[in-house]
């Protein structure tokens, strides 16, 4: 049974950093294209960032670009969101997400097979 799990999440300050982690359990890790991706209340759900298998192709949402930075282990079947100078525009439930199929990361949520619970990050002004 595959297994995704977020944690990291809380309530921060304006400016403040956090690292989500996602640990995935049940699959090949190095297989999956990951992502992670974030809902607000009221809102869909939106692209944030995506690594391929072997961590050399990332892609990043124009939102968070220069902000977030997206890393994996794959010794240790995890994948990493850094987020730097947070804004209360990031106030949403970030979700990861695995991907078996596509070499290049997909920025479209229908792509991903597999979702983790969510973590839950607030940000305040």
């Known amino acids: 049974q595959v297994q995704l799990v977020e944690s990291g999440g809380g309530l921060v300050q304006a400016g403040d950093s956090l690292r989500l982690s996602c640990a995935a359990s049940?699959?090949?890790?190095?297989?999956?294209?990951m992502g992670w991706f974030r809902q607000a209340p009221g809102k869909e759900r939106e692209f944030v960032s995506a690594i391929n298998r072997s961590g050399v192709i990332k892609r990043y949402s124009e939102y968070v670009k220069g902000r977030f930075t997206i890393s994996r282990e794959n010794a240790k079947n995890t994948v990493y969101l850094q987020m730097n100078n947070l804004k209360p525009e990031d106030t949403a439930v970030y979700y990861c997400?695995?991907?078996?199929?596509?070499?290049?990361?997909?920025?479209?949520?229908?792509?991903?097979?597999?979702w983790g619970q969510g973590t839950q990050v607030t940000v305040s002004s």
């Open positions: 997400a695995a991907d078996r199929h596509n070499v290049v990361p997909s920025t479209s949520a229908g792509e991903y097979d597999y």
């Open positions: 049940g699959l090949t890790f190095s297989s999956y294209t």
